[in-house]
């Protein structure tokens, strides 16, 4: 997948300094168009404001709406069913992941990260079934 660097992207963390860093490494890779929200009804939100969002970057364990409930919420809406999707999560498991990858993830990045491993995780989208 080729990610335009005006394409707009939402990002979901209940943690801010992670909203940051996450902001600061799309900024690195050149993607100026971050949307924040601090879960996954904000980040909804975001969605339904901004239809042309090319990218969604959600942490997992968020309240009130996690970020497996916002992939499920992003899947079940025909507009964005095949909407690029990272779960983010410092504890992802082999059956947090099979969950995600039935929900229709397109991938799962282990915390911590950088922007370089950021960068490639972007490059190698490719669109959920």
Known sequence: MHLDIAAKIVIADDLIPMLVALRRALGHLGFPNVLEA??????????????????????????????????????????????PFILISADANAFM???????GVSLVLPKPFDADILGKAIAGLAEPD
């Open 97 to 103: 992941r099979e969950k995600a990858r039935v929900g």
């Open 38 to 83: 601090v879960n996954g009804e904000e980040a909804f939100a975001a969605l339904e404001a901004n239809p042309d969002v090319a990218l969604v970057i959600s942490d997992w364990n968020m309240e009130p709406m996690d970020g497996l409930t916002l992939l499920d919420a992003i899947r079940a809406d025909e507009r964005f069913r095949k909407l």
